[in-house]
């Protein structure tokens, strides 16, 4: 009896430690949840702003082949990849109509001489003729009609005379005609280079050029002087100019790093085939050093610099983010700004961000988060260059501080102006990229 009444105390006794436990996870006050943050300190540093963009390599000169004259390829003595001199015989087409086509031609000028000659006789025994008739007109012995039939005799076989002089030089040139088809049937090498590509095969026919487009034999470029040609969007290549200096990767080397300059840029947009508005400009960039083993059409990716800043104040890139101006305002109880729509995020995600207007763009303020006392400050700044990790900053800090640099979305959508925070060490945030795309 005594073992029943002290289990029944027990399991009480256990029932109130249990609610009493409840009672305390329910009722008794929580510690707030602290947004995490990663930071680093605004440093005194270089900065070099680069423009990024991949293309393919092709050399600077190139000169597609083609025959001026139709027929069957005879002669091929080159191929992919040949070394060849300027004058070298590349290609040969069968000269055996054209060959004949000078022959029918140098007949049809003796044709036309022997006519001239014929003509020449008939001109001046009418020439003879009409002097005759004027003399004897002239002493009564003929009469005026006579001599007008003479006359007119004469200027036909003088005009038959000049025809015929007509067209013996007709004749002619088309017998220049036909010498200079029978020497194009013969194609040499306008320059010293190496094949690039080689279209057609010996026997096959070939169409020449005219007025429509013929068969491209084969190509011959200049690998001396090779040429990284990129697409930059429209908001980069205003930065870039000609002379600019660039680093090149190329991907079939990446071993091999290589230098270049920035030659030519387009003054017209190319046409995009997608549906995603993205404007781009075509940049050539030489390649400065020349290495056997760069062929026309590798991919590379080239990093113009264009521009240098020293010794200026830079915080992360992440750091820099966007806030509209109302929403500024209103945390640092500036004047009253007119309503707009609101917006936000990161620099880095704002920038090409093609899809907003005007109106909206020029309603972003640029911002930064400062790390005080467990809270953060928003802070208006104006900022100048950036490179691949760091954005120079020229109003809004002063070296030394502690910016927020992570993670993404924290400074991008949750940051407000103090608003409390835990800062992170850096080796458990990531390095302050934590969350960074």
């Known amino acids: 009896m005594m073992a029943k009444r002290k289990s029944k105390k027990l399991r009480y006794i256990v029932g109130a430690v249990i609610l009493a436990i409840i009672a305390l996870a329910v009722f008794m006050p929580r510690k707030p949840h602290l947004t995490q943050v990663t930071s680093d300190k605004v440093k005194i540093r270089d900065i070099t702003s680069q423009v990024t963009a991949s293309g393919t390599i092709e050399p600077k000169v190139e000169v597609a082949i083609s025959s001026e004259v139709s027929g069957e390829v005879v002669e091929l003595p080159v191929n992919d990849g040949d070394r060849v001199k300027k004058g070298q015989l590349l290609a040969r087409i069968d000269t055996e109509l054209l060959e004949l086509r000078v022959k029918q031609q140098e007949a049809s000028i003796l044709s036309a001489q022997a006519s001239a000659e014929q003509m020449k006789v008939q001109m001046e025994r009418a020439e003879q003729v009409l002097e005759d008739q004027e003399r004897l007109f002239a002493n009564k012995f003929v009469s005026e009609d006579s001599v007008r039939e003479a006359r007119a005799e004469a200027l036909a076989k003088k005009a038959a005379y000049m025809a015929a002089m007509a067209n013996i030089s ?46 491209e034999i084969m190509t011959v470029a200049d690998f001396a002087i090779m040429e990284l040609v990129i697409d930059v969007n429209e908001s980069d290549v205003v930065n870039v100019s000609v002379g600019d200096k660039a680093a090149i990767l190329i991907d079939a080397i990446s071993d091999t790093p290589f230098s270049g300059e920035v030659v030519e840029i387009a003054s017209s947009a190319m046409n995009s085939d997608s549906n995603d508005d993205a404007v781009t400009f075509e940049v050539k960039v030489r390649i400065s050093e020349a290495d056997e083993r760069i062929r026309p059409g590798m991919t590379a990716t080239a990093d113009i610099d264009t521009g240098y800043a020293e010794g200026v104040l830079t915080v992360p890139l992440q750091s820099v983010t966007v806030r509209d101006k109302q929403t500024v305002a209103k945390a640092l109880k500036k004047a009253e700004i007119p309503e707009a729509p609101p917006q936000v995020g990161n620099e880095q995600s704002t920038r090409v961000d093609k899809k907003r207007s005007r109106a909206e763009l020029d309603n972003l303020q640029r911002v930064i988060f400062i790390v005080k006392d467990g809270k953060v400050e928003l802070r208006e700044v104006k900022t100048g260059i950036s490179d691949s990790r760091y954005m120079e900053i020229k109003e809004g800090v002063k070296e030394g501080e502690e910016v927020v640099s992570g993670s993404y979305n924290a400074i991008a959508r949750e940051l407000n102006h103090d608003m409390q925070v835990q800062v992170q060490p850096k080796d458990e945030g990531n390095n302050g990229n934590s969350g960074q795309k």
């Open 170 to 215: 007709q004749q002619e040139m088309e017998f220049d005609q036909a010498k200079k088809n029978l020497s194009k049937a013969i194609i040499y090498s306008p320059m010293d280079g190496i094949v690039s590509s080689r279209s057609v095969e010996l026997g096959e026919r070939v169409a020449g050029t005219g007025d429509y487009q013929g068969t």
